[in-house]
Structures are given as structure tokens and as C-alpha cells.
């Protein structure tokens, strides 16, 4: 693994462009363009706040606040899965013609993901503080949280669009899976109303260590729980090497099979 990193250092030039052809092609075509990435966090956090504040009146405090720090979260792990999923398959045509380091087309989804979450911090910061939150030291574990779901996201991404070259049925399954897991993971709920034992059972899931840790640190202004912490960037790094094994295994036939 570690020639590998050397070798994706050198091509770091193409990992950037790509990424940022990544960000263009997501609002390729629309009026507003890259605005959209500041619109649709606004938007998606106007309607929630709507719908469970005065239609459904939720009694969590803040309960808008609490769900829109996991729906970020969420959201950068599902776009990047999703995408990552068939990108070798999408860009067969440059992996036929030129060498370079197939890593890049799935960490070039992942790194777009990460930065349209960190662009996503623009409404969350100020909701925060309308809310009446406001920096504390806890917050400097968000960028720990944030690198613990960005290496559990790339493992995924390398795994899943190896895999996707030779069973192109992943790309159909991927959207249903990851409909069943948004509901394992305490995005819309708080495991507090959970039975203590099931409560455990879904901390198991790596996603629900990341959201419970952004949720502690920005909603609860508290420090993630140090076993759930370590849990899940072992899961995390596990699933990386694995991934990134599986990936440099695969990696050998792409260009005959895309």
C-alpha cells in the first residue's frame, strides 16, 4: 500500500483535476450551477425544519438541528458510495487509453463529496449558532470525526467499484441497500428511544459511529464516546485495507472488462 500512496502522490495534479471535474459535472447543465451546493442544504434544512417543528411538532429540542448534522454526514458517505460505485465502469474509455493510477476515479467521488460537506458547513455553522450553539473545545474533534468517515467512505468506494467492473447488478442494489442502512443509522431518531440492547446492536454499524460522534460533539457538546471513537476507526481502517487490497487485485483486468 505504501508504493501506492507514493504513486498517488505523484499524479496528486490529476487527483485534483479530477476532482474538481467531479464538482463541475454534478451541476453540469443547471441555471444556478454551483450554487446548488450551498441551495440544497438550505433547502432540504428550511423543509425539515418546517415539517418537524410545526406540522408533526417533534418535542426534541432543536430536533431540525439534530437530524441536519446527521443528514450531512449521511449524505457525504451515500453520495460518495453511490457515485464511486460504477465510476471505473463510466470512465472506461480513459482507463483503455492512458496509464495512471486507477485509485483516483473513486477517491476523486469521494473527495468531491468531501468538499460539498465542507462547503455544506456554511449553513450548518450559522444555524448552530442561531440555535444558540456556539464553539467549544469539543468541536475540535470534527475534523477527527470527519477523517474517520473519509477513510471508511474511501475502503467502501475502492471495494465497491472494483467489484462493480466484474457484477455490474452492485450499481442496481447499491440505492436499496443504502436505504435499509440510512434507517439502521440514527440519522432522523435518537437511540435514546431505543431499547438499550438494540441500542448496542446498531452502535455495531460503523455509519452510526460517525453521525453519534458529529452528534455529540455539535448537538450535545460533548466529547464522542472513546470506545465508540476507537470502534469505529478500527472498522474504518480495517474496511480501507481490505478495500484497497481487493481493489490493487482487481485492479489488473479493468481495462478488459469495461
Known sequence: MYARLVELWKYREMLWSMILSELRTRYRG??????????NPLLTLMVYTFIFSRIMKVTMPHYALFMFIGLLAWNLFATGIQSSASVIVRQGSLVKKIYFPREILPLSVVGGSVINYLLSLVILVPFLFINGYYPTVNWLYVPLILLMEMIFTVGLALLLSSLTVYLRDIE???????MLWFYLTPVIYSLKILSPGIAQMFKLNPMSDVVLSFQSTLYYNESPHWKL??????????????GWWLFTR????????V
Open 30 to 39: 443547471s441555471f444556478l450551477g454551483f450554487l446548488w451546493t450551498f441551495i
Open 172 to 178: 442496481h442494489m447499491l440505492g436499496i441497500f443504502l
Open 229 to 242: 471513537f476507537l470502534y469505529g476507526y478500527g472498522i474504518s481502517v480495517v474496511v480501507l485495507i481490505f
Open 250 to 257: 482487481l485492479n489488473r483486468r479493468f481495462a478488459e472488462e
